[in-house]
């Protein structure tokens, strides 16, 4: 599995690590698997005594309203973070420049920071939303909001839940939620290739070769799937080798007073 990528640079006289932490409906990779990369990761860091900073969600502002998939992942984002860091958490809107009025992406926005399902309850706990002009001044006036952030970084609620489950990701919050989702999609999948066997085994001939492909790749699906969930019962302990490797080659040499950031897009 890739670890995460990430770039170091200086702001205020600090050492900031900025990890590109791709979102949860990242197209090229499932949910269960960026979980499982971000869950390595943190607990390698964890086990070095070194916490994230901050986080920063990225979302466009342009474009139709939020949809359900959409508020299914700030769900999960949230329980990655806990709302006891939810003070860490920058929510920043971006593509600003597409909108025909400014006072359309402004709406959007309040009404995303009030709705509960939507933003309001990352905010209601110290959460910041804030316009991001998609440059480098922004960017960095973004990180310099969690610069300036008094607390001191403290585990967010996936590294406590997992060291209180023996480092088992599907017993941890996000990992009950990715699982439900999984059993969701998995029961859909095995209703859809029984259809599918139903009408071969009655086809003499015409679509026979149409529908085994059909088969062929509800089974693949299928097996993906199981995949998932095998992936995520597993420990991390089971992992060892790969937490070493993420927290030296990949991130480099971190010290306690490096401020680390998460970004999701």
Request: glycine fraction near 8%; charge should be positive.
């Amino acid at each position: 599995m890739a670890g995460i990528p990430c770039c170091t640079y200086k702001q205020n006289g600090k050492k900031i690590t900025l990890l590109d932490t791709p979102g949860f409906d990242d197209a090229s990779r499932s949910s269960a698997e960026i979980l499982e990369n971000i869950a390595n990761f943190l607990s390698g860091i964890g086990d070095q005594g070194i916490y994230l900073s901050g986080i920063i969600l990225l979302q466009p502002i342009q474009g139709v309203e939020m949809q359900g998939s959409e508020k299914k992942l700030i769900r999960l984002i949230e329980d990655v973070v806990g709302k006891d860091n939810f003070e860490r958490v920058i929510l920043a809107t971006t593509q600003w420049n597409k909108l025909k009025s400014k006072k359309e992406g402004l709406s959007k926005q309040e009404k995303w920071k009030a709705e509960k399902n939507c933003w309001g309850g990352m905010v209601e706990h110290g959460a910041q939303v804030v316009k991001h002009d998609d440059n480098k001044s922004s960017a960095r006036k973004i990180v310099g909001m969690i610069l300036d952030i008094k607390t001191p970084p403290a585990p967010l609620q996936l590294q406590l839940e997992l060291a209180a489950n023996q480092f088992a990701i599907a017993s941890t919050t996000a990992g009950i939620r990715i699982m439900e989702e999984l059993d969701k999609s998995t029961k859909n999948l095995v209703g859809k290739l029984n259809l599918a066997r139903e009408k071969q085994s009655e086809t003499v001939n015409g679509h026979g070769s149409q529908l085994q492909d059909e088969v062929d790749n509800l089974q693949d699906k299928f097996k993906k799937l199981q995949d998932e969930i095998n992936n995520l019962q597993d420990g991390i302990d089971n992992q060892q080798k790969q937490r070493e490797k993420l927290k030296s080659a990949k991130v480099g040499k971190l010290t306690l007073s490096d401020r680390l950031l998460m970004k999701f897009f």
